[in-house]
């Protein structure tokens, strides 16, 4: 890792820089080495699914061009690169040996990373679940979980302490009511018993993946990733401070609680008809101790109450500018989410593991790229961790999504959040303004 700097701007000298990226987002070669096919292979080539019909069959070929991808995170000094395994190239169809090829090629990039003075941040899951798996049942079964420990044990023993954290799964609310619910994401599915299924065995798989990493005897700590909901209430009223309560079950309490020994939140449960396939040990397996919390935050939405609603939250219009994604600018909602999980759950350390934004870039004149708006979002955002530090909570580390624009789930590449841009045609890379923003901001200068 990079010697640590004393600074100025707040920021303790031992807090983490880093940018976030996923494999399938980036890496292309979906072929290559024997990799398996994945349900974002699959979900991405049905017609509809994906804007434009655009896959990650390519995407930033950053299987290929990971020399080059180094090289960028190296001049942007940052201390730490979360990015994530692909499941199906180390075992094509969830089970079974693993792939030396794709083995070869995660140490190879992990290797190059620590010689250049970065830290590995490896996520386990980043939603590229072997096919195979899916098509015997998916996460609304049982064996994925039993089979994904299988998996994260091959890796930890084949990576080692070439990393330097590990983070079990990312956004698995995204994984199991955008993908088994509302069909938005691979798989596409829609059935709420599903979802609420997917939920267990996705919580499962994770106490599962930390009890084998204390198995192994490593050392590095580990973490899981959520997209935690904290929406803020419209009015004082107590209607509305309920309406908000609720709103945020799903989307914290739900994956908390269990994982801080407190079970599930029955009134949740109760109220969506919901029933977790709970047997003997789960909730111990689930709380196991972690050593980190990493939190992603783009938006925050304020809520009312709906009394003529079967949902008695309602999402109240606002007056914020918003990004590409049609998402609200709220800088002051990471610094609320942060003091409410900090109060909320004994977590003891935090990480905002993706914060970023979309807009619309284009090259200008001599090639320069002037994202303004991208850089205005990202000084906000990391003032409000600075304030959130300055009170008390634990946060130890923040993660730009992304070092490069990619492939953007069902937005294909129409949506662009790096600090490079990838022409998806070729592949080049272009630095933007906000690199260069990002880069003094690491170095320790004022934002």
């Known amino acids: 890792m990079n010697e640590r700097r004393e600074r100025s701007d707040g920021f303790p000298s031992d807090f983490l820089w880093g940018c976030s990226t996923a494999s399938y987002q980036i890496e292309g070669s979906t072929t290559a080495d024997g990799r ?3 349900i974002w292979d699959t979900f991405s080539k049905t017609p509809g699914k994906v804007a434009g019909g655009m896959t990650g069959d390519v995407a930033c070929d950053s299987y290929v061009k990971w020399k080059e991808d180094i090289a960028l995170l190296k001049g942007l000094g940052v201390d730490s690169y979360r990015y994530s395994i692909a499941w199906p190239r180390i075992q094509p169809r969830g089970s079974g040996k693993p792939l030396q090829a794709g083995l070869d090629h995660y140490k190879r990039f992990a290797d190059a990373l620590g010689q250049a003075g970065i830290e590995s941040a490896v996520t386990l899951y980043h939603w590229d679940l072997p096919q195979a798996l899916e098509d015997a ?5 049982r064996d994925t979980a039993l089979r994904f420990a299988e998996y994260a044990d091959l890796v930890y023993r084949a990576l080692g302490d070439r990393v330097g954290r ?7 609310w995204c994984a199991a009511f955008l993908g088994y619910e509302l069909g938005y994401h691979a798989p596409g599915r829609a059935s709420r018993a599903d979802a609420y299924k997917a939920v267990h065995h996705l919580l499962l798989a994770h106490g599962l993946a930390v009890k084998a990493l204390r198995a192994t005897g490593l050392a590095a700590p580990i973490g899981i990733v959520l997209n935690a909901m904290t929406p803020r209430p419209a009015s004082r009223s107590a209607a509305d401070l309920e309406a908000a309560e609720g709103a945020s079950v799903q989307g914290t309490a739900l994956w ?3 994982i801080y020994a407190r079970g599930y939140p029955a009134a949740h449960l109760a109220a ?8 003997p040990g789960d909730l111990e397996t ?3 101790p972690i050593d980190f919390l990493g939190i992603n935050y783009y938006s925050e939405r304020a809520v009312a109450a709906d009394s003529a609603s079967p949902d008695p939250a309602l999402e109240a219009a606002g007056w914020h500018d918003k990004t590409e994604m049609g998402w609200d600018i709220v800088p002051e909602g990471l610094y609320r989410m942060l003091r409410t999980i900090a109060k909320r759950w004994p977590a003891k350390a935090l990480y905002v593991t993706e914060n970023g934004a979309a807009f619309p870039d284009s090259i200008g004149e001599g090639g320069r790229i002037r994202d303004r708006e991208r850089i205005d979002y990202i000084r906000s955002h990391v003032a409000a961790c600075r304030r959130a530090i300055a009170e008390g909570v634990p946060l130890k580390g923040y993660y730009l999504w992304s070092l490069m624009d990619n492939f ?3 937005h294909g590449y129409s949506k662009r959040f790096g600090l490079v841009h990838v022409d998806p045609a070729t592949g080049s890379r272009s630095i933007k303004d906000s690199y260069y923003f990002y880069r003094d901001l690491a170095a320790g200068h004022e934002p």
């Open 36 to 38: 398996g096919v994945s």
């Open 137 to 141: 049942g998916g996460w609304p079964v």
């Open 166 to 172: 590990w983070f079990t799964l990312n956004e698995p």
């Open 256 to 258: 908390l609680d269990p």
């Open 272 to 279: 969506q008809g919901a029933t977790m396939p709970v047997l």
């Open 286 to 288: 689930i709380s196991a």
């Open 408 to 410: 953007e789930w069902a």
